[in-house]
């Protein structure tokens, strides 16, 4: 009985098999189960930190980390990084112990990444921070400009266009994060919040103070720029949650096969042919839009500063693609088709 | 640490030997850098010395060594390029944040505030950096010469321990005295309206710089403290991993 049970609670489904099948004899191996010694290190001092006996061969890595963390309670699994090597990679949570290069005495070298927080905690936050700045600006609530321009609104057109491009441009980030994106990694280094919220928030408190100041000064080629500018933006918008849309269809939800994108019937997606992370680059286009929009140097330099980070995360994908696929086609580039 | 084959200097990096082996090209261009940049510092210090035994006041004597400064000075920002190349263990950003304070101080605001040339906060910088510019050279060089005296090993890692803050305080106190001149001519101040929706003001900046000593100088010197007891003292850190 115990084994059917083990059985369905593997497959995920409810137990309700009308006709019990004739169970096969179980095979002989499992009668000389070798059981594993996991011995864990730690990397820094290479003292010996837990000794663990008669672990199942077909136990995975996540197991040996809730072991791991049910006598070392302050270091929770996602904090921890074993490894075969100190130097080396920490191995993958899905990894089973008895595909691992290492005898019936495995060894792990163990890595504190310090404290985690879950990545969809750091993307809300760095996303709400901007949309509500720049909306404190667009109001002109107190202290922020002379106290005569309180709650007064911009007489320019295109200021209140922007609010909306840039209301608009968070919100859809901060959708896409609760029900699009698929991350592999569950939880990233805590501190990562603080670097991403700050560079976020301040950058858009920076840009915000300009667009809706009331010296702002419109676009120096007016409407036409202006139009042309919002085009873009929405087009790059467009492109954007496109690509996101098709990367998540990618990957099946639990799954962590890795597969190459492709271009599909959305035209949109078809800069897939040319570039290996499309999100990125209609995220520049998205700005570039917006710069062109307020005519901005904050906005500008903003801009930019995206385009440095983001072509070091493309470029970091296009190696990890090109290095898991052998037949990963050539003709694409990073981020920019054929430049970068 | 970035290090590509630049300029056709190819290295042999032995990745678990601290030591790397450089090229024959660019220990002499080091040896040749830092005999000059000792040289020349050697001459400011001379020349700063003479004008106040001569003249006995320190008022025009920023004046006569400006260029001299000015010059030394800059060239040390190719000592940012021998950190990104690899020929020199050190961090870019520590290299980078050192140079770029002196290159900030000699041209943003000396430079240009010529009101505060005379103050004698800026004779306490320029007597501290002269001092410690040549100890490092020296050492520099003597290192690279493997033929180090020990009293300039000593003095490399020791006098910085009065000399930095005697430096950030005459820095500081620079910076603070040339304010006013800053707020009355609004000199690299841009300000609303413009058609590029931007604006600078350049005395709080110097305000913000004048903060930002508050964070960066402790870790510059704890820097120095940390290189002091493994060299001096020899004590094995464990760096904490990022």
């Not at chain 1, 191996?29 to 663990?52: G, N, S």
């Not at chain 1, 990444?113 to 107190?142: D, H, K, N």
């Not at chain 1, 491009?165 to 990562?192: A, D």
Request: net charge positive; proline share 5%.
């Amino acid at each position: 009985m115990d084994t059917l049970a083990l059985e369905a609670k593997a497959t995920g489904q409810e137990k309700k098999s009308s006709a019990p099948r004739p169970r096969p004899k179980p095979p002989k191996k499992a009668k000389r189960i070798v059981y594993f010694e996991v011995e864990i290190v730690d990397a820094k001092t290479k003292e010996k930190l837990l000794l663990l006996d008669k672990v199942e061969p077909t136990s995975t890595i996540l197991d040996i980390k809730a072991l791991f963390h049910k006598s070392n309670p302050q270091w929770y699994p996602a904090r921890q990084s074993l490894r075969l090597d100190p130097k080396g990679k920490g191995l993958k949570d899905e990894d089973v112990l008895q595909t691992l290069p290492v005898g019936t005495t495995a060894s792990f070298y163990f890595f504190d990444l310090g404290a985690q927080i879950a990545w969809g905690t750091v993307f809300l936050s760095e996303c709400y921070g901007p949309l509500l700045i720049y909306l404190m600006f667009y109001f002109r609530l107190p202290f922020i400009y002379a106290p005569k321009y309180d709650f007064s609104s911009s007489k320019h057109w295109v200021v209140h266009l922007a609010c909306m491009c840039h209301s608009f441009h968070y919100v859809k980030r901060i959708l896409e994060t609760l029900f699009i994106h698929r991350i592999s990694h569950g939880t990233m280094p805590l501190r990562n919040i603080f670097k991403n919220c700050s560079y976020y928030w301040c950058f858009a408190a920076w840009m915000a103070y300009y667009i809706n100041h009331p010296l702002y000064t419109p676009p120096y080629y007016g409407q036409q720029q202006v139009k042309t500018a919002v085009i873009i933006f929405l087009f790059c918008q467009v492109g954007n949650f496109s690509i996101n849309i098709t990367l998540r269809n990618l990957k099946c939800p639990g799954s962590k096969v890795k597969k190459i994108p492709h271009p599909t019937k959305n035209p949109f997606t078809w800069i897939f042919a040319l570039v290996s992370c499309p999100n990125y680059t209609y995220e520049l286009g998205s700005w570039m839009g917006f710069t062109v929009m307020t005519q901005c140097l904050p906005v500008a330099f903003f801009t930019i500063v995206g385009f440095v980070l983001m072509t070091v995360w493309a470029r970091g994908k296009h190696r990890n693609y090109r290095k898991e696929f052998r037949d990963y086609p050539t003709l694409r580039s990073p981020i920019l088709p054929f430049i970068l | 640490m970035a290090s590509t084959e630049e300029d056709g200097s190819v290295e042999e990096k032995e990745n678990n030997n601290k030591k790397r082996t450089k090229s024959a090209i660019a220990v002499a261009w080091l040896t040749f850098y830092n005999i000059a940049m000792t040289a020349g510092w050697l001459v400011l210090a001379i020349a700063m010395m003479r004008f106040y035994i001569q003249k006995g006041t320190h008022k025009g004597l920023y004046k006569s060594i400006a260029r001299t400064l000015k010059f030394f000075q800059t060239i040390a920002l190719v000592e940012v390029v021998h950190c990104a190349i690899g020929i020199v263990r050190t961090s870019v950003i520590v290299t980078g944040v050192q140079v770029c304070s002196r290159i900030f101080m000699v041209w943003f605001i000396t430079n240009s505030i010529k009101q505060i040339q005379n103050e004698e906060s800026v004779i306490l910088f320029l007597a501290v950096w002269t001092f410690t510019e040549i100890t490092r050279y020296s050492f520099y060089t003597f290192n690279l010469l493997n033929h180090l005296p020990y009293f300039i090993k000593w003095a490399r890692y020791n006098m910085f321990i009065i000399m930095y803050p005697l430096g950030v305080a005459g820095e500081l106190l620079t910076i603070y005295t040339a304010l006013p001149y800053v707020r009355k001519t609004g000199m690299l101040s841009v300000r609303l309206p413009n058609k590029y929706n931007v604006s600078f003001d350049y005395y709080y900046f110097l305000v913000i710089v004048m903060l930002s000593y508050i964070p960066l100088f402790p870790q510059l010197y704890f820097h120095m403290l940390r290189q002091r007891r493994k060299v001096l003292l020899g004590e094995i850190i464990v760096e904490k991993d990022e």
